[in-house]
């Protein structure tokens, strides 16, 4: 991979190592910031992160962003999920900020991506209880009134809107006779009257959300883009939000690569360390075998998407990277846990939470079943 990144990434790539061990290297640094892992996202990391400059990596600096390119920002959400930087969900907060950097009005750009700039959360709102995989078949209104839109309706799956600055939420402006149309995007500011946020349970603390819009009014300049082109605005950013996704699984695997390593290693049973043995280490070299494939998928799709002369259609690659990432994260955490006997199913060690994380992975940002699709039909099947 060395030989992918540029002798400026090199340093930024260990200036972000450092940072990951100086502020959340330790298991009880990690748990006084997200309140015993309770809470999946610390906000305080997230200034800390804005601090040195890198939050909004991939923002142009005209709007307080690093200007940097996707290699730029594959290169930091990789090192900081390998880390650990209790920041799970800052991916979320670049893909909705990609959004209003493609789409949103100077004076939107200027405040929402300034904030990102800052270190705030920001959220997106697409799915909803009946609009899952088929996301476009979603039924919250928003209904034109003299003064600008009223919303209703229900969303769900919002990552990071409990702690949101503002929410970027999909909604339906018309009813048509085809589902991706009569879609808009709005800004729909934390705290606004009408929107009542639920946390929803899961296996990995605080981080998603029900969304309750009743007669919540949003003002005319609201909308992000074009009124009715929700659809075609989601879609043109969907290649970044997979790298996105994809990059931070890497950085998961090479950590639950690393985890299992250093337990095979220091293990000895029969006299000898666990990882001597030929079934364990068959299958660590298995492991780390894929780790480098998902590793060079990664950072070609990132290479291809800052090439203009290549970036033209990332569909197939861009899947490709998020499935493969997200399968070999998955298969590691789940392999590691089985190497590492008990110890891996204890809470004590970090497999545990690499699990959690890279389950979540196969399904958020459209599930690997969907991936392995959009793939399909990119050969005309
Ligand atoms: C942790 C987490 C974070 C999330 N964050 C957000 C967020 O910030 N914003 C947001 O809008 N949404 C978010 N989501 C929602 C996420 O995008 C959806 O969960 C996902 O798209 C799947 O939808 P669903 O859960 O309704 O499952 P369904 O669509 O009901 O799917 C159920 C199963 O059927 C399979 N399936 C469905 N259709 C097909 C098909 N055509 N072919 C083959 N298999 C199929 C699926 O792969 C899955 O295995 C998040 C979800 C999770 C779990």
Redesign the pocket.
């Known amino acids: 991979m060395t030989g992918m990144l540029t002798d400026e990434q090199l340093e930024f790539r260990s200036a972000v190592r450092e940072f990951c061990r100086r502020e959340s290297g330790t298991r009880e640094q990690r748990e006084k910031l997200t309140d015993d892992g309770r809470e999946g996202h610390s906000l305080e990391i997230n200034r800390r992160i804005a601090e040195l400059g890198w939050a909004a990596i991939n923002v142009p600096e005209e709007y307080g962003g690093a200007g940097g390119n996707h290699v730029d920002l594959c290169v930091l959400l990789q090192e900081l999920a390998r880390g650990m930087a209790p920041v799970p969900?800052h991916g979320?907060t670049l893909?909705t900020g990609g959004i209003y950097t493609k789409f949103a009005s100077e004076e939107l750009k200027k405040s929402v991506l300034g904030r990102l700039a800052d270190g705030a959360a920001l959220?997106?709102?697409?799915?909803?209880?009946g609009?899952?995989?088929?996301?476009a078949a979603l039924t919250c209104r928003a209904e034109r009134t003299a003064e600008g839109w009223m919303i209703n309706g229900q969303?769900?799956?919002?990552?990071?809107?409990h702690l949101a600055d503002s929410i970027l939420l999909?909604a339906r402006t018309e009813r048509g006779d085809k589902k991706h149309q009569g879609l808009t995007m709005f800004h729909v500011p934390a705290g606004t009257p009408g929107l009542s946020i639920k946390s929803i349970d899961?296996m990995?603390g605080t981080?998603?959300n029900d969304l309750y819009f009743t007669d919540c009014a949003l003002p005319a300049d609201a909308v992000v883009g074009e009124v009715g082109q929700g659809w075609a605005q989601l879609m043109a950013g969907l290649a970044t939000e997979r790298l996105i996704l994809a990059a931070q699984m890497l950085g998961t695997a090479e950590r639950a690569f690393d985890d299992c390593l250093n337990f095979i290693t220091e293990r000895t049973q029969f006299g000898q360390p666990v990882g001597s043995f030929q079934a364990v280490k068959h299958r660590l070299a298995d492991l780390a075998t894929e780790i480098e494939c998902s590793r060079l998928l990664v950072y070609s799709v990132a290479q291809q998407a800052d090439d203009p002369a290549r970036a033209g259609d990332l569909s197939r690659a861009s899947s490709m990277a998020k499935l493969k990432a997200t399968e070999v994260a998955k298969a590691m955490s789940l392999e590691g846990m089985q190497m590492m006997g008990g110890y891996g199913y204890s809470t004590e060690f970090d497999m545990v939470q690499h699990v959690r994380t890279s389950l979540?992975?196969t399904?958020?940002?459209?599930?690997?079943?969907?991936q392995?699709?959009i793939i399909g039909r990119s050969f005309g099947l």
């Open positions: 969900w979320t893909i959220a997106i709102s697409m799915s909803e209880p609009a899952g995989s088929d996301v969303k769900t799956w919002c990552t990071n809107a999909v899961t990995n981080e998603v979540g992975a399904i958020y940002g459209g599930t690997n079943e969907i392995r699709e």
